[in-house]
């Protein structure tokens, strides 16, 4: 099958390029990310491969079924980019890669968690210039202390079981609790509990309109004082002047993210000479207490592969008219 990739980038061509030895569908790679202006690319491909920041609303959707497409294959898992109730409407099928490697997101997470905890990005940089003062580093033993995990699927429960296994208390909050986060020796706590507990609080829900600025000026004053906020997950679960508020007055003791609000327009692009706009983020990053990743928590080797090969089996699927194992629907 002819499948438009878009916001390709070298890792994504070098695995893509190797799990479609097993499929022979002809790839044309788009460095540039699918929106309104790029969709005319697609024309002619019966499938669009796209990943976080492309946009697939309702315009962009209509515009590709004008050009043939039938199928939009996310090699993601969050789907809050495309217009799940359009697609539906134009015969779009829509799959996505679940169950890729929650441990890669997972143990990202726990990295920003250490890193901003034991203020690692501070010593990297100190250390490098010959800077051994131990002013300003002093971080807490996470043994003992109070882990809350918002959204305890895959991911969520992954990360709860490394920090159970740090001997922290790990207490969750999702709209469907599952048992197999209590059998790790978790519990599930109600949203007062989390914020009057909670030393660290790690963000694993989808971005949904429920969910949206799930962490606002609200919960942020009610956070325990000092408490680190960890963000793998999507950028508009946080309100991120909220968050530079909180951060100034101290209430947020720091925050470690991978995900930010505004993204789609900087993330994954070298802007290093470029003069930034964007005055929240360059806020955010003046903090000595932030830590930003560019989106990277699913860039793992086994990750990456587990993605590239279940896109092209779904639109193997999709060709052979097979039922679609990993289909998303607006229902
Ligand atoms: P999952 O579907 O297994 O788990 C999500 C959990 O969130 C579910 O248990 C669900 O019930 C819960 N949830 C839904 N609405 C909620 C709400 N209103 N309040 C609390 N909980 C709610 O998904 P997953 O595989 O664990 O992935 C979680 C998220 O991680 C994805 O949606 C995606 O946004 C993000 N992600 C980020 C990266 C990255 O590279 N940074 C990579 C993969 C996934």
Known sequence: MDIAVFSAKPYDREYLNAANA????????????????????????????????????????????????????????????????????????????????????????VALLMAINRKIHRAYNRTRDFNFSLDSLMGFDLCGKTVAVIGTGKIGRVFSKIMVGFGCDVIGYDRFPSPEFEALGARYALPGEIAERADVISLHCPLTPDTYHIIDADT????????????????????????????????????????????????????SDTIITDDILQRLITFPNVIVTGHQAFLTREAVT??????????????????????????
Do not use: M, W
């Open 220 to 271: 942020l004053s009610r956070a325990k004082p000092g408490a680190l906020l960890i963000n793998t997950s999507r950028g508009g679960l946080i309100d991120t002047e909220a968050v530079i508020a909180a951060l100034r007055s101290g209430q947020l003791g720091g925050l470690a993210i991978d995900v930010y609000e505004q993204e789609a327009n900087l993330f994954f692009r070298d802007l």
């Open 22 to 109: 097993a499929h022979h569908h002809r790839l044309q790679y788009f460095d540039v990310p699918l929106d309104v202006d790029t969709v005319g690319l697609a024309a002619g491909h019966g499938a669009v491969c796209i990943f976080v920041n492309d946009r697939a609303d309702a315009a962009v959707l209509q515009a590709l079924g004008r050009g043939g497409t039938k199928l939009v294959a996310l090699r993601c898992t969050g789907f809050n980019n495309v217009d799940l109730k359009a697609a539906e409407d134009l015969g779009i099928k829509v799959v996505r890669v679940v169950d890729y490697s929650p441990n890669s997101v997972a143990e990202h997470a």
């Open 306 to 331: 587990t993605i590239c090969a279940t896109t092209l089996q779904s639109v193997t699927e999709f060709e052979t008219g097979r039922a679609l194992s990993n289909q998303i629907s607006a229902n």
